[in-house]
């Protein structure tokens, strides 16, 4: 029987831990990443991202837990092999030009010499630095270094890339570049592990999310499910009588419902999912409403982000039976 790819999952994790000595700082992580996603993975300072990608990439040892990567262990360097990465600090060989950092990591990553010559040239035109390679490091902007960065984890045509906070250092031009290489390798059939701060970022290029917070997942799943769940729609009709609620209170609660001044009346009905909009206005047409609008109303991440992680972020309460909160 063939496997579905996208039912095979790039990384699991079970009960997932990390100490650095008392304190426990990835507190018994359960992830799962299918294949081809683009993953968010999103918390406050100090939340354990960092920690949690580098277990994920054989770098830190966990403290206990099981976790795979690519069917395997990332210790294994034919797992390894197949991986790329971006860290948020990438200590650059800054005395090297362009060409020779990567020609460097690509002996790293074990390639050989003549994919090498042509893998340089075309990775530096992905990452929008065509014609800069002969250029020293050291001369780069910060964002052509981030650029370089990217180009070094993306240089072995990985299956599945990490970034940790690949756009810090970009500006909107850069940002826009970035994200338009992550849906070409999410095109590609790439899988991306995205941590970011932005998540106006994330929700324009990640398709799957987790929310972490003091080393646990608070939550996690399709973006449109994470987002969808407290779906309101704004109806905008001619009058609101019995028979017009009873169809709203057939779909979820009425939040509100206020008269306008155009002699309208607006309504704010909470849904289960996207998917009851199409017929929540064929229902209220067949009544023969008069229908002015019907606007989703979208939490923003950044709403749910606040509200799973609580307004002060590291800082919120620990769950129960948590040792103490981890600071950054
Ligand atoms: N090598 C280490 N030794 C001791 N403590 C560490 C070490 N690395 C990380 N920590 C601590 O573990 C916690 C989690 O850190 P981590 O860098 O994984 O968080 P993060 O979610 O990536 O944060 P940020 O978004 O600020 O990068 C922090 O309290 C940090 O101080």
Not at 74 to 97: C, H, K, S, Y
Not at 172 to 199: A, K, M
Request: charged share 20%; proline share 7%; hydrophobic share 40%.
């Amino acid at each position: 029987m063939t496997v579905p790819l996208a039912s095979t999952p790039v990384i699991v994790t079970h009960d997932l831990r990390k100490s650095y000595g008392p304190k426990e700082v990835v507190r018994g992580l359960n992830l799962r990443v299918g294949r081809g996603e683009v993953f968010g993975f999103l918390g406050p300072n100090g939340a354990g991202k960092s920690t949690t990608v580098k277990m994920l990439l054989g770098l830190v040892r966990p403290t206990s837990g099981q976790l795979q990567v690519l069917g395997g262990s990332p210790d294994n360097p034919a797992v390894r092999a197949r991986l790329g990465f971006l860290p948020e600090q990438f200590r650059f060989q800054t005395w090297m030009t362009g060409d020779e950092f990567l020609t460097f990591h690509g002996q790293l990553a074990g390639l050989r010499s003549a994919e090498i010559r042509a893998r340089v040239p075309q990775v530096l035109e992905r990452v929008g630095l065509a014609g800069r390679g002969g250029e020293r490091l050291e001369g780069y902007s910060k964002g052509m270094l981030q650029r370089a960065g990217l180009a070094s984890a993306l240089l072995a045509r990985p299956e599945l890339v990490f970034l940790d906070e690949p756009t810090s250092a970009l500006d909107p031009i850069g940002r826009i570049e970035v994200r338009r290489i992550i849906e070409d390798l999410r095109g590609e059939g790439v899988s991306v592990f995205l941590n970011s701060h932005l998540l106006a970022e994330v929700e324009q290029v990640c398709d799957h999310v987790a929310f972490v917070r003091q080393g646990q997942v608070l939550r996690q799943g399709r973006l449109s499910e994470v987002m969808g769940g407290d779906l309101r729609v704004r109806v905008e009709l001619d009058t609101a009588p019995p028979a017009t609620l009873n169809i709203l209170r057939s779909f979820g609660p009425i939040l509100s419902q206020q008269a306008q001044p155009a002699g309208t009346v607006t309504l704010e009905v909470g849904l289960n999912s996207e998917s009851q909009v199409p017929e929540l206005a064929r229902r209220l047409l067949d009544s023969g409403a008069q229908l002015y609008a019907l606007t989703p109303l979208r939490p923003e991440l950044e709403d749910i982000f606040l509200e799973l992680v609580g307004q002060s972020g590291e800082a919120a309460p620990a769950p129960t039976n948590a040792p103490e909160a981890a600071h950054a």
